[in-house]
């Protein structure tokens, strides 16, 4: 697992306060160019609360490859897979915000 920064994300414009940041997993595997896109995607993202985006290569466990397959990436918002291989930054924004406001802290 690599956990992302949110400067790495965002650079300045992070969000500095809203609450506690939310989890955010990130099912990936090397040279994925979907994964890729849905990682810049997130980085243009504006929402309202801080999250902590934790990006897990699916090769480097045997269960996790089982699971997912061909299917990455696939984002876990607060424990909860809510998107599989393309979204864009518009959709996640209207997700992350309702699912944020019930989410466990980091």
């Known amino acids: 697992m690599s956990p992302?920064?949110?400067?790495?994300?965002?650079?300045?414009?992070?969000?500095?306060?809203?609450?506690?940041?939310?989890a955010l997993v990130l099912y990936t595997k090397p040279a994925c160019s979907l994964c890729d896109a849905m990682k810049r995607e997130l980085a243009r993202a504006r929402v309202s609360r801080p999250f902590e985006l934790t990006e897990v290569d699916i090769e480097s466990d045997p269960e996790l490859l089982d699971r997912f397959g061909l299917c990455v990436p696939v984002l876990e918002i607060a424990g909860r897979v809510v998107f599989e291989g393309?979204?864009?930054?518009?959709?996640?924004e209207r997700v992350f915000e309702r699912l944020a406001t019930g989410a466990k802290p980091t």
Request: glycine fraction near 12%; charge should be neutral.
């Open 4 to 22: 992302f920064s949110l400067s790495s994300l965002f650079g300045s414009r992070a969000p500095e306060s809203g609450g506690p940041a939310v």
């Open 86 to 92: 393309r979204l864009s930054a518009a959709e996640f």
